[in-house]
Structure formats: structure tokens, C-alpha cells
């Protein structure tokens, strides 16, 4: 019989991390999942954080389509998943970028949550042509 690998639990200091930037958002909730933690809002998960068999840390949220394919293409710490075509991944570790994950966060939460509820959070305007 083979034996089960254990996934590690993610550090509480980054599930607070990712707590700090939803909860404030409006009608967000944190549960358990089927391992890690989500985030959600009106039974639709905005992000999810989990350790893997392979002893790696991730957190999937989502994205436009466009932005999926670009953070694929992009490569480490971002990772294409094999399911949803709008959910990016990401790898966490020493050297996330807290700020930009926390951009990418927010912008997960404005594409899940009802539209009423996204039009009260303030987004940095968009940059670029």
C-alpha cells in the first residue's frame, strides 16, 4: 500500500496575509476548504491557499482570460491550472510580492462578487494604451 504524502499546512502568518487584504472587502468570508483555506463571497470563491504533495505552497484566484493566459506564459510563480479557464495560480514563498498578489486579490474578488458589491471597492485605475 502506498503511503499517503502529507500536504503542509500553509504558514498562518500568510493565510493572515491574504485574511488582511479580503475580509475588508464587502460580504467576504474565510472556511476551510477541502485543504487550506478560501475566501468567498456569496458562495463564490475568490481565492483559495493550500500546500501541495510536493511540499510547495499555492494560491489560485481568478483573473480576466486574457490575464490567465499572460501569467501562464509568464511562467514561475505563476502556474496554469487544469481547471476553470478563468483561475490563475501562484506559487508562495520567501520572495512573494505581497503587494502585487494583494492587486491581484481585489481584482479576484471584483470579477466573483455581484456587481453592486464590486462597484464599492476602489481599484487603482487602469495603466497602459
Known amino acids: 500500500m502506498a503511503k499517503k504524502i502529507e500536504r503542509p499546512l500553509v504558514p498562518e502568518e500568510w493565510v493572515l496575509r491574504v485574511g488582511a487584504t ?4 464587502p ?5 476551510n476548504a477541502w485543504v487550506g483555506t478560501r475566501w468567498r463571497v456569496r458562495g463564490a470563491t475568490v481565492a483559495h491557499v493550500f500546500g501541495g504533495e510536493d511540499q510547495l505552497y499555492r494560491i489560485t484566484f481568478r483573473g480576466e482570460p486574457g490575464e490567465v493566459a499572460a501569467f501562464a506564459h509568464l511562467g514561475e510563480p505563476y502556474f496554469k491550472v487544469e481547471w476553470g479557464d478563468n483561475v490563475i495560480g501562484m506559487v508562495l514563498d520567501e520572495d512573494t510580492d505581497w503587494e502585487e498578489l494583494a492587486e491581484l486579490l481585489t481584482d479576484s474578488y471584483c470579477l466573483q462578487a455581484p456587481a453592486g458589491l464590486a462597484e464599492q471597492v476602489s481599484r487603482p485605475p487602469a495603466t497602459g494604451s
Do not use: A, N, S
Not at 479580503?22 to 472587502?25: A, D, F, I, K, T
Open 22 to 25: 479580503l475580509l475588508p472587502l
Open 27 to 31: 460580504e467576504v468570508y474565510e472556511e
